[in-house]
């Protein structure tokens, strides 16, 4: 009923910029907070940014002044912009939300597909 995409993801070199976008789309009555993860080859998946539906951000200190989470509430759709990037933010970038459904009234948190970045040095 809830599925979220995501997209932008690719090949940079170092120093270089990506945007990914995630659209949340189905019965979704109202979208809580919203978050970027990403999981590298042979790591734990882990959180990056997180912002809420007040557009409150939380940031892992890592990409801290890098990379800016955004969500524009209007199209159920979440933002990273990432500058500077690493070959260390090589990884698979999830998006997550917790989504309000018509169906239930009840939250519950969803997930992406993911969308591959790879940093080159």
Same mark, same amino acid.
């Given at each position: 009923?809830?599925?979220?995409?995501?997209?932008? %993801?690719?090949?940079? !070199? =170092?120093? @270089?910029?990506? +945007?990914?976008?995630?659209?949340?789309s189905? #019965?979704i009555f109202s979208?809580?907070?919203? %978050?970027?993860?990403? !999981? =590298?080859p @042979?790591k734990? +998946?882990?959180l990056?940014?997180?912002?809420? #539906?007040g557009?409150?951000?939380?940031?892992?200190?890592s990409?801290?002044?890098?990379?800016t989470?955004?969500r524009?509430?209007?199209?159920?759709?979440?933002?990273?912009?990432?500058?500077?990037?690493k070959?260390?933010?090589?990884?698979v970038?999830?998006?997550?939300?917790?989504?309000r459904?018509?169906?239930?009234?009840?939250?519950?948190v969803?997930?992406g597909?993911g969308?591959?970045?790879?940093?080159s040095?």
């Open positions: 009923q809830v599925q979220l995409v995501e997209s932008g %993801g690719g090949l940079v !070199q =170092a120093g @270089g910029s990506l +945007r990914l976008s995630c659209v949340a189905g #019965s979208i809580r907070a919203m %978050g970027w993860y990403r !999981q =590298a @042979g734990q +998946r882990e990056v940014a997180v912002i809420t #539906s557009g409150s951000r939380t940031y892992v200190d990409v801290k002044g890098r990379f989470i955004s524009d509430n209007a199209k159920n759709t979440m933002y990273l912009q990432m500058n500077s990037l070959p260390e933010d090589t990884a970038y999830y998006c997550n939300a917790d989504i459904t018509v169906v239930t009234g009840r939250p519950s969803y997930w597909q969308t591959q970045v790879t940093v040095s």
